[in-house]
């Protein structure tokens, strides 16, 4: 465990968990690409559910205390070399166990059945037949639910003999599709069941929760801010902490959930790094001080970024770069207050670290290919003597918004679209000047504003303008010119992991390329995105 990790687990008390999170769920992940999605259908039940990598140690899960476990599907086969395991424990520990896809074929074979090569990969949707005797309600899981189903599978291989002490609790056309061992209270489909496609995906993991777990649905917003405020106060006691405040929604609702716990004791420092978009510094900081009433200091290092980044066209140095130089500044400004502090040790260092954060950046530990280094997780905590507070360490974006909006935040904060810690740097292709973030940021503000009239704003993920250097011919009244290309980039997303491009009204579109082209000195073309995420990311950089 990293030790900043270890440090929290410590902090936490015993057990390591807070209150709120205790009785939920523990998704196994080896490596799927819904595993998320699993977790947040368990959340949508108030159920609390976190994601650990597979390999996480059994204590580490026990801490929980969880009423269920579920093991995540996964590209892998089980016979590959190197498939990802979890420890054969987990399916001993007599809490209930519900494997998805790879997870069934995992139980399969641990547990001395079959796993084969399917002669037909099935992939999409199928037809399952509840066929075990006594039909759906027979079984824990498949209660309430009709003799057939339309589901969805992704699988290569399938279970052809079961373990010892299972039944098999239905078919597709080609495989095994479900099997339980009541006894041991382990469960699994072939199929995902947390995909909208399987025609009553919910009702079944319903049932896993609330019939074979008895798990209680008592995770709420409001539940877990009072759990959060009371475990943060415990743990600070005189102590005092420090914010890396960005304006953004994560590390707003962070700064805003640590405050009432702390009050002024906590200083949030808010850095300009010369990389913000259009009057962003100002506004943001009038925010947070005036309507939050947060105690935040605004630091103007624009020139220290710029003079970080000149002659730099790497994306990934760009990022180590401004990482390091934000590192530089934040502690400063931290031994600053430190020595001039009459009012108890800084100990605390806040973060909005969100769960896809997490997951995007320290999976390389994982099964999963870590895409791009996101430099608002790692870093800051491994340098620094303090402890971290990260509130929202298990949560979705969504949830973050709802624990902002109980929290009284301003609607404008809730709705704001995402915004990278490197800012334009990684919006503006190759080396950045000073010339280009003014180019930059007046297309940038064009487009939100467009969108926001078109009353887009709040139905997408993003939308923002990327400045590209390629000099292309233009004509503007009777003159020949040869300006730069602004592209524009609108995606559609639920969390950032995946992402479609929006098909944008023409007039929009229209009004965009017109205004940007008019009112921005020195671009000749505007060009519209049309690539989703896999395989472009969102970020050109
Ligand atoms: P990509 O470009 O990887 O972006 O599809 C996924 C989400 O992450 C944001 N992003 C970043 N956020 N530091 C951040 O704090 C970064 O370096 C970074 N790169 C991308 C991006 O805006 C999108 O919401």
Redesign the pocket.
Known sequence: MAEGAAKQVAERGQGGRMKAELGGVVVLDFGGQYTQLIARRIREQQVFSAVLPCTAPVEEIQRFEPAGIVLSGGPSSVYDSDAPKCDPKVLALGIPVLGICYGMQWITHTLGGKVEKAERREYGRAQLKVDCAGGPESSPLFAGAPSALRIWNSHGDHVRALPAGFRALGHTENAVAAMEDCKRKIYATQFHVEVKHTDRGTELLRNFLFNVCKAEPKWSGAAFIEETVEAIRTKVGSKRAICALSGGVDSTVAAVLVHRAMGDRLTNIFVNTGLLRKNEFETTLEMLRDRLKLHVIGVDASDRFLAQLKGITDPEEK?RRIGREFIAVFAEQAQKLQAGEAHGEIAYLVQGTLYPDVIESVSVKGPSAT??T???VGGLPEEMPFALIEPLRDLFKDEVRRIGKELGLPSEVLVKH?????GLA?RLLGEVSRTHLVTLREADAIVVEEIRKAGLYEKVW?AFAVLLPIRSVGVMGDFRTYGLTVAVRVVESDD?MT?DWVKLPADVLERISTRIVNEVPGVTRVVYDVSS?PPG???WE
């Open positions: 990022r895409i791009k996101h430099h608002n995402p915004f990278p810690g490197p990684v993003q950032a992402a995420k990311t969102i970020e």
